[in-house]
């Protein structure tokens, strides 16, 4: 039987979708459960975004549907990336962002990054959703994709390690001391 709308919300499915200006609400709560000025990872969120507002909020989503439109031009500085929002019926969970290609950015920032509220943790929404853009990064044509970490957030490591991936090194970088990954995922078939 097919799960919908309210339903959904109730059996706590959660759901990889694009960003929508429909869940402001929803996802000024899960920034303010990250508290004021954290980073949140794999949101896209730039400090000259502002989301407070729903037209500030709703350019935002605009500019993350850009960069992931192969159709349209990448702002200067940025790289052609799809984001996805973890959600649960009408609740932001999290965040997940797969940057294309291999480009000195993404070799030092990563392919993957991603984040997840800290009320809905230690629930194995990070390890399902990197499977699930794993499999999208294997749509592109990617056969291994970098992922980095800080240095000591071992649940993150724990994730990256899950879906194979294989310490390359721990570097000095300009957001801290991190660990970088690389995963194998193979070509497409067919």
Same mark, same amino acid.
């Given at each position: 039987?097919? /799960?919908?709308?309210?339903?959904?919300?109730?059996?706590?499915?959660?759901?990889?979708?694009?960003?929508?200006?429909?869940?402001?609400?929803?996802?000024? =709560?899960?920034?303010?459960?990250?508290?004021?000025? /954290?980073? =949140?990872?794999?949101?896209?969120?730039?400090?000259?975004?502002?989301?407070?507002?729903?037209?500030?909020?709703?350019?935002? #989503?605009? &500019?993350?549907?850009?960069?992931?439109?192969?159709?349209?031009? /990448?702002?200067?500085?940025? *790289?052609?990336?799809?984001?996805?929002?973890?959600? =649960?019926?009408?609740?932001?969970?999290?965040?997940?962002?797969?940057?294309?290609?291999?480009?000195?950015? #993404?070799?030092?920032?990563?392919?993957?990054?991603?984040?997840?509220?800290?009320?809905?943790?230690? &629930?194995?929404?990070?390890?399902?959703?990197?499977?699930?853009?794993?499999?999208?990064?294997?749509?592109?044509?990617?056969?291994?994709?970098?992922?980095?970490?800080?240095?000591?957030?071992?649940?993150?490591?724990?994730?990256?390690?899950?879906?194979?991936? *294989?310490?390359?090194?721990?570097?000095?970088?300009?957001?801290?001391? /991190?660990?970088?990954?690389?995963?194998?995922?193979?070509?497409?078939?067919?």
């Amino acid at each position: 039987m097919p /799960v919908h709308g309210s339903d959904r919300y109730r059996r706590g499915i959660p759901e990889l979708i694009a960003p929508t200006a429909r869940l402001h609400a929803a996802w000024l =709560e899960a920034r303010d459960e990250w508290g004021p000025g /954290v980073h =949140e990872d794999g949101f896209g969120l730039l400090p000259s975004d502002e989301v407070d507002s729903p037209d500030g909020f709703a350019a935002w #989503v605009a &500019r993350l549907a850009d960069e992931s439109d192969p159709a349209k031009a /990448v702002q200067t500085g940025r *790289v052609r990336c799809t984001y996805r929002w973890i959600v =649960e019926g009408d609740r932001v969970l999290g965040g997940i962002a797969l940057r294309h290609g291999f480009d000195d950015f #993404v070799l030092r920032v990563g392919h993957i990054g991603y984040g997840v509220r800290p009320s809905a943790r230690r &629930r194995g929404l990070a390890t399902w959703a990197l499977g699930r853009m794993l499999d999208e990064a294997r749509g592109l044509g990617l056969d291994r994709v970098l992922i980095v970490c800080e240095v000591d957030n071992v649940a993150s490591a724990m994730t990256i390690e899950r879906h194979g991936g *294989v310490l390359e090194g721990i570097r000095d970088t300009e957001h801290g001391v /991190v660990r970088r990954y690389w995963i194998k995922i193979g070509k497409p078939s067919g």
